[in-house]
């Protein structure tokens, strides 16, 4: 028999099966009161994506880096709260580093895309990593300079 | 790290109320059981005695789309109206029915269907006529067979020619609870 193709869980199982893992690891990285609105916030986002979603293979990984993603806008919002005005020329070259190596990583296979954009554009430990993609901090290295010698690669022949 | 059942219900309720749902559903208690109960913006679109809600969640997400979660306040109402439906304090459900679950002839019929009134019972043959359809009795069981949304589109009301209770999706027993519970057989 033909192996199916990863239809997409209903969301309900989805949520179910990877929320413990994401609350955790936005405890870790954020201090629990306020893990508890950037969770919500990660599951909105996912929902929000989730009927563009083509196939159900690696949703660990795809919400994994939407819970990176929110952890780190958590992180970005709490200085620029002091930050006076006049300083929106500073804001625009700021843009992330996250955000422009997610664009870049779009092609890479899911595992490698995710362990690039997490070690790369968060910064996260390899034990970390590891744990969000369900595999080991060695494989979760492996991947990420897999990735990245795809990358150079790529930019070697544009 | 569990999360707790405070931050599970507050997502719950935040997805449902962000519109982003195409089905919230949740377990309703009745003195007949245990009810799969669901609805999208447009209404209530499914009932279920089915002991194992797993397949109906699996069954909306490929039919309606795959956003379904359980979040209890999107059945509330339907919750409510079951509650005293069950306790003999409403006659009529005043709930909004999506029947996108349901094909053309089959909406025709359940159209009719929900005309049947509190406490008495027709049958497949007469059910055809009114559905314009008067020599679909055997169609007619069918699409009660498959009615998506049992008890609030009362299949339980319709009956053989001879006045037996024929069959339900939920089990013969449960038929006749419930036309016990209206009066309709003693």
């Not at chain 2, 339907?78 to 909004?96: G, K, V």
């Not at chain 2, 005309?115 to 008495?120: A, D, L, S």
């Not at chain 2, 609030?152 to 020619?161: D, I, S």
Request: a neutral charge; hydrophobic letters at 40%; aromatic letters at 8%.
């Amino acid at each position: 028999m033909m192996e199916a193709v990863a239809t997409i869980p209903p969301f309900e199982h989805f949520y179910a099966e990877h929320r413990d893992a994401i609350f955790g690891f936005l405890a870790r990285r954020l201090g629990r009161p306020a893990a508890e609105d950037a969770f919500q916030e990660t599951f909105l986002r996912a929902l929000r994506a989730y009927e563009r979603l083509e196939h159900g293979r690696h949703l660990r990984a795809w919400v994994f880096t939407i819970a990176a993603r929110v952890a780190s806008d958590v992180h970005r919002a709490k200085p620029s709260d002091k930050v006076s005005l006049g300083s929106e020329a500073v804001a625009e070259d700021s843009r992330p580093a996250y955000l422009e190596l997610e664009h870049l990583a779009d092609e890479l296979p899911p595992a490698e895309r995710a362990a690039v954009v997490l070690r790369y554009g968060y910064d996260l430990p390899y034990s970390e990593i590891g744990a969000a993609l369900g595999s080991s901090a060695d494989a979760a290295r492996q991947a990420a300079s897999s990735g990245i010698r795809r990358l150079r690669r790529k930019e070697g022949l544009a | 790290m569990k999360i707790s059942p405070e931050l599970d219900r507050r997502f719950r309720d935040a997805a449902a109320e962000s519109g982003l749902l195409d089905v919230a559903y949740d377990m309703v208690d009745t003195p007949i059981g245990s009810l799969f109960v669901a609805a999208t913006d447009a209404g209530l679109c499914r009932i279920s005695y089915d002991p194992e809600p797993e397949r109906v969640v699996e069954n909306l997400a490929r039919t309606v789309g795959a956003r379904v979660l359980r979040s209890a306040r999107p059945v509330d109402e339907t919750r409510r109206q079951l509650a005293e439906y069950f306790e003999r304090q409403r006659t009529e459900f005043e709930l909004d029915i999506d029947l996108r679950l349901a094909a053309d002839f089959s909406r025709r019929v359940l159209d009719e269907l929900a005309r049947v009134p509190y406490g008495e019972v027709t049958t497949y043959g007469e059910l055809a006529r009114r559905a314009k359809r008067p020599r679909a009795a055997r169609a007619v069981g069918t699409v009660m067979n498959r009615n998506p949304i049992p008890i609030v589109l009362p299949c339980h009301r319709v009956v053989g020619a001879s006045g037996s209770l024929t069959g339900y999706g939920g089990g013969l027993d449960r038929k006749e609870a419930l036309l016990r519970l209206e009066g309709a057989i003693l």
